[in-house]
């Protein structure tokens, strides 16, 4: 059964709790940060404390974050990749345990819809988030990049529409990511949520689409969820949003 641990780690102890194998560790939420909380939550060294695979962003949203093998990288909005350090800071990310996890070939030739569809039909908790993580050629990559904020801080939509979008083919690369079922939408994306990083190192960012001609895949059920609830200045893009505090749709 999926335990929903909801948890204000800083605020409570002040301190690191452990995250175990088949946990989902998230800071802060897509709700925040779709109200622009830009503030910084957290660390790449926190993520390699909880995980080593997942995505995110990094403060004033800068660029896309992609999470593999315990290593951080950072596509900015010019496309330049880079490997940034345990202090990097972060505002919005999600990490999990996927190291030795065991993978199964995918059938070729599967656009976006089709790779989506492929997984879900091998999951057996269909409420439950799950972990992913492809490694494979693509005849195709579309991919976007957002550039760095200043404040104050605009929504999230508002950034969305000043995107750097980049065409790769084709090319050998690694999505990763997550599976969200709706009802943790408030928590993060719902549906498929995937960043990609190229063997090479040299291109990536979050996946609008792809024509992947063949791979593998890891599908994970995560069945906690540690959220790390975001603090200090974030909490006034709420109060700045509607009257009630909330962020009206």
Same mark, same amino acid.
């Given at each position: 059964m999926f335990r929903f641990l909801l948890l204000a780690l800083a605020a409570l102890c002040g301190c690191s709790v452990a995250t175990s194998r088949g946990t989902l560790y998230q800071i802060a939420t897509i709700h925040a940060l779709s109200a622009g909380a830009y503030e910084a939550q957290?660390?790449?060294?926190?993520?390699?404390?909880?995980?080593?695979?997942?995505?995110?962003? =990094?403060?004033?949203?800068?660029?896309?974050?992609? #999470?593999?093998?315990?290593?951080? #990288?950072?596509?900015?909005?010019?496309?330049?990749v880079l490997q940034r350090s345990d202090d990097a800071r972060v505002p919005f990310?999600?990490?999990? =345990?996927?190291?030795?996890?065991?993978?199964?070939?995918?059938?070729?030739?599967?656009?976006?819809?089709?790779?989506?569809?492929?997984?879900?039909?091998?999951?057996?908790?269909?409420?439950?988030?799950?972990?992913?993580?492809?490694?494979?050629? =693509?005849?195709?990559?579309r991919i976007r990049s957002v550039p760095k904020q200043s404040r104050p801080y605009p929504k999230l939509a508002a950034v969305i529409a000043q995107q750097t979008i980049f065409e790769l083919r084709p090319t050998r690369a690694t999505l990763v990511g997550f599976w969200i079922p709706k009802h943790l939408g408030g928590l993060a994306p719902p549906g498929l949520h995937l960043h990609v990083l190229t063997a090479d190192w040299k291109s990536g960012g979050h996946v609008l689409a792809a024509d992947l001609a063949q791979g593998t895949a890891v599908f994970e059920p995560l069945r906690e969820l540690t959220v790390r609830l975001?603090?200090?200045?974030?909490?006034?893009? =709420?109060?700045?949003?509607?009257?009630?505090?909330?962020v009206q749709e």
């Open positions: 957290g660390t790449c060294g926190d993520l390699r404390r909880h995980g080593d695979s997942g995505l995110g962003t =990094f403060e004033g949203l800068d660029g896309e974050l992609v #999470f593999l093998n315990g290593t951080c #990288f950072q596509i900015r909005a010019d496309g330049t990310a999600s990490v999990t =345990f996927l190291d030795g996890a065991a993978s199964s070939p995918l059938p070729p030739n599967l656009a976006l819809s089709g790779l989506e569809a492929t997984l879900l039909a091998r999951a057996t908790m269909p409420e439950t988030p799950y972990a992913i993580l492809v490694e494979g050629t =693509f005849r195709s990559l975001p603090q200090g200045d974030a909490l006034g893009h =709420f109060e700045r949003a509607s009257p009630s505090g909330g």
